[in-house]
T-cell receptor
Framework: DAKTTQPTSMDCAEGRAANLPCNHS???????VYWYRQIHSQGPQYIIH???NNETNEMASLIITEDRKSSTLILPHATLRDTAVYYCIVRVLTGTASKLTFGTGTRLQVTL | ETGVTQSPTHLIKTRGQQVTLRCSSQSGHNTVSWYQQALGQGPQFIFQ???????GRGNFPPRFSGLQFPNYSSELNVNALELDDSALYLCASSLWNWKAGGPFSADTQYFGPGTRLTVL
């Protein structure tokens, strides 16, 4: 399975943009990049996903490099409620099953 | 709120016992996946059910089994519990249509709040 590498932790001041990097150098051509976050042992919350184009929704933007070996999740105006563990995931197909392969994630701490 | 519910919230069992965890999918979804999350780790894929059939499995022994019902709710059963089975068990539901795009198909899995299982 394609693996992802993320920094263990990051800090961000409230109101500033949070830029969370992720490396996925072994990603295959049909494998999507997904981002989820998890707040204090609740179920992971879906944020965004993409294949090769940049994507934006109401929560965040996803920037994928042209060679698809890395991506950045951008939270444009971080708030205290964005403090969470953020997982960058390469979605793998196992037969016809859609499997999310989680790593250990980045712990984002948003501070005043 | 994702519309995915799980029961029970917490459970304590002893080694060797059997346990059944339940998941109710989001309305309109046809697929449920189960994940195990040990303390301090990311969730690990156990298996996925699509239209009542298991269509993929992670690296878990056969004592982990599941069912998906016609209303797309699901159960995870674990036999002969071991201490290492203590974890947060998460289910996720999605609308999966493999035939629509083949290997380029995408789905979004929505997670429930999880069941915390403690094995003593």
């Amino acid at each position: 399975d394609a693996k992802t590498t993320q920094p263990t932790s990051m800090d961000c001041a409230e109101g500033r943009a949070a830029n969370l990097p992720c490396n996925h150098s072994t990603i295959s051509g049909n494998e999507y990049v997904y981002w989820y976050r998890q707040i204090h042992s609740q179920g992971p919350q879906y944020i965004i996903h993409g294949l090769k184009n940049n994507e934006t929704n109401e929560m965040a933007s996803l920037i994928i490099t042209e060679d698809r070996k890395s991506s950045t999740l951008i939270l444009p105006h971080a708030t205290l409620r964005d403090t969470a563990v953020y997982y960058c995931i390469v979605r793998v197909l196992t037969g016809t099953a859609s499997k999310l392969t989680f790593g250990t994630g980045t712990r984002l701490q948003v501070t005043l | 709120e994702t519309g995915v519910t799980q029961s029970p919230t917490h459970l304590i069992k002893t080694r060797g016992q059997q346990v059944t965890l339940r998941c109710s999918s989001q309305s309109g979804h046809n697929t449920v996946s189960w994940y195990q999350q040990a303390l301090g780790q990311g969730p690990q894929f156990i298996f996925q059910y699509y239209r009542e059939e298991e269509n993929g499995r992670g690296n878990f022994p056969p004592r982990f089994s599941g069912l998906q019902f016609p209303n797309y709710s699901s159960e995870l059963n674990v036999n002969a519990l071991e201490l290492d089975d203590s974890a947060l068990y998460l289910c996720a539901s999605s609308l999966w249509n493999w035939k629509a795009g083949g290997p380029f198909s995408a789905d979004t899995q929505y997670f429930g709040p999880g069941t915390r299982l403690t094995v003593l």
